[in-house]
């Protein structure tokens, strides 16, 4: 692929206190785009200054949300070296959102190239703390002037880059999930297992249900008999109960998290008992009472291993592990992180340079 890039003569000032980035409110000073036509395919790839971008108002993304995105990162290591993080399972994560959006496939190497091109000419601005990294949005939209219901024949691919911090403003200290029993997020068949747009616009009622509550994320039910465990708004969830490791298997509701493959694949290699199964709030409410829930947590790439302290359903609260990181939850987000930042060897093959 060739990438023309085009610096900027205007560099913006970098964040001075890196303990106060937040999440996703900083931008660096470039961005990548590439446009999509049909006949021509992806062309115009180009590394340009961040800058906003003009679409027409009947722009077809606006009307009936043909939009997908991916969220991964960059770390920097002790010795200033910057490096991925399984970079090429989001780019397969992205075709197959683009599958069931009916979005034209990208290559997976043109969007390597795309994202080592992008972050080269903005590695300044991968940050050097402890903890925060440049979070990067890949997304394509559609972009024809049209308000007829139909995929796209024109398209925009851009990379987008963010320096951050936790997610989560408690840091690695445990968060408090209501389970949402009203409203539902996904079913099977429908596009639970995609990142789109649409995915997050039909989890806001809930969050802010949960906000109202003090509680800042939502556990979802599966949409069929609201039994049954899915994922929180953004991040996938594990129980340790009575020594094992369980979470919801994929069936095409939840997203298939990068993260929760690599926890699941470390869990096994340690030798622990792990299952991908369906597990009802019930089951989880009686090993509570019977004292065999011993940890809960989250997993993501914006959250990496949140461990939740508080699980609200219905009337009942559980506290969790007494409100604080259990031996699990610990032992994998000091290996993750580990890893993600160079402070442990890549003995999985997960680590990409940039
Ligand atoms: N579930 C949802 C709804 C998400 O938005 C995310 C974040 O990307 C995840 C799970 C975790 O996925 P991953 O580990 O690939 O970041
Ligand atoms: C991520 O973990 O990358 C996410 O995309 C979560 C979110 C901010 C939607």
Same mark, same amino acid.
């Given at each position: 692929? +060739?990438?023309?890039?085009?610096?900027?003569?205007?560099?913006?000032?970098?964040?001075?206190?890196?303990?106060?980035?937040?999440?996703?409110?900083?931008?660096?000073?470039h961005?990548?785009?590439?446009?999509?036509?049909?006949?021509?395919?992806?062309?115009?790839?180009?590394?340009?200054?961040?800058?906003?971008? &003009?679409? #027409?108002?009947?722009?077809?993304v606006?009307?009936?949300?043909?939009?997908?995105?991916?969220?991964?990162?960059?770390?920097?290591?002790?010795?200033?070296?910057?490096?991925?993080?399984?970079?090429?399972?989001?780019?397969?994560?992205?075709n197959?959102?683009?599958?069931?959006?009916?979005?034209?496939?990208?290559?997976?190497?043109?969007?390597l190239?795309?994202?080592?091109?992008?972050?080269?000419?903005?590695?300044?601005?991968?940050?050097?703390?402890?903890?925060? &990294?440049l979070?990067?949005?890949?997304?394509?939209?559609?972009?024809?002037?049209?308000?007829?219901?139909?995929?796209?024949?024109?398209?925009?691919?851009?990379?987008?880059?963010?320096?951050?911090?936790?997610?989560?403003?408690?840091?690695?200290?445990?968060?408090?999930?209501?389970?949402?029993?009203?409203?539902?997020?996904?079913?099977?068949?429908?596009?639970?297992?995609?990142?789109?747009?649409? +995915?997050?616009?039909? #989890?806001?009622?809930?969050?802010?249900?949960?906000?109202k509550?003090?509680?800042?994320?939502?556990l979802?039910?599966?949409?069929?008999?609201?039994?049954?465990?899915?994922?929180?708004?953004?991040? +996938?969830?594990?129980?340790?109960?009575?020594?094992?490791?369980?979470?919801?298997?994929?069936?095409? &509701?939840?997203?298939?998290?990068?993260t929760?493959k690599?926890?699941l694949?470390?869990?096994?290699k340690?030798?622990?008992?792990?299952?991908?199964?369906?597990?009802t709030?019930?089951?989880? &409410?009686?090993?509570?009472?019977a004292?065999?829930?011993?940890?809960?947590?989250?997993?993501?790439?914006?959250?990496?291993?949140s461990?939740?302290?508080?699980?609200?359903w219905?009337?009942?609260?559980?506290?969790?592990?007494? +409100?604080?990181?259990?031996?699990? #939850?610990?032992?994998?987000?000091?290996?993750?992180?580990?890893?993600?930042?160079g402070?442990?060897?890549?003995?999985?093959?997960?680590?990409?340079?940039?």
């Amino acid at each position: 692929m +060739n990438i023309r890039i085009e610096k900027t003569t205007c560099p913006k000032a970098k964040p001075v206190d890196e303990s106060q980035l937040g999440f996703g409110k900083v931008f660096t000073d470039h961005m990548f785009i590439m446009e999509y036509d049909t006949g021509m395919g992806w062309h115009d790839a180009r590394v340009v200054p961040y800058q906003e971008i &003009s679409l #027409s108002p009947a722009a077809m993304v606006f009307h009936y949300g043909q939009e997908i995105f991916e969220g991964m990162k960059a770390y920097r290591t002790p010795d200033g070296e910057i490096q991925f993080f399984r970079p090429e399972e989001n780019f397969k994560r992205l075709n197959q959102s683009a599958e069931r959006l009916v979005i034209p496939e990208l290559p997976v190497e043109d969007a390597l190239e795309a994202l080592h091109a992008l972050v080269e000419v903005d590695k300044d601005w991968v940050p050097h703390n402890d903890g925060a &990294s440049l979070y990067i949005r890949p997304f394509i939209i559609a972009v024809d002037p049209f308000l007829g219901v139909r995929p796209g024949d024109k398209y925009l691919f851009m990379i987008i880059l963010s320096p951050s911090g936790a997610y989560y403003s408690t840091g690695l200290n445990p968060v408090d999930i209501y389970v949402e029993t009203n409203y539902v997020r996904a079913v099977k068949g429908g596009m639970g297992y995609t990142k789109t747009g649409g +995915n997050y616009a039909a #989890s806001l009622a809930g969050q802010d249900e949960a906000h109202k509550q003090n509680y800042s994320q939502v556990l979802w039910l599966d949409g069929v008999e609201r039994k049954y465990i899915e994922e929180v708004g953004a991040m +996938n969830i594990m129980f340790v109960i009575d020594g094992e490791v369980v979470t919801p298997e994929l069936q095409g &509701s939840i997203l298939p998290g990068i993260t929760r493959k690599s926890v699941l694949e470390l869990c096994r290699k340690w030798g622990m008992k792990v299952s991908e199964r369906r597990i009802t709030i019930q089951e989880i &409410s009686d090993a509570y009472d019977a004292g065999k829930l011993q940890e809960v947590f989250g997993t993501g790439t914006a959250a990496v291993i949140s461990p939740v302290g508080h699980l609200k359903w219905g009337d009942k609260v559980m506290e969790i592990n007494g +409100n604080k990181i259990g031996e699990i #939850s610990q032992k994998l987000y000091d290996t993750m992180t580990g890893m993600q930042y160079g402070r442990l060897p890549d003995d999985m093959g997960w680590i990409v340079k940039l």
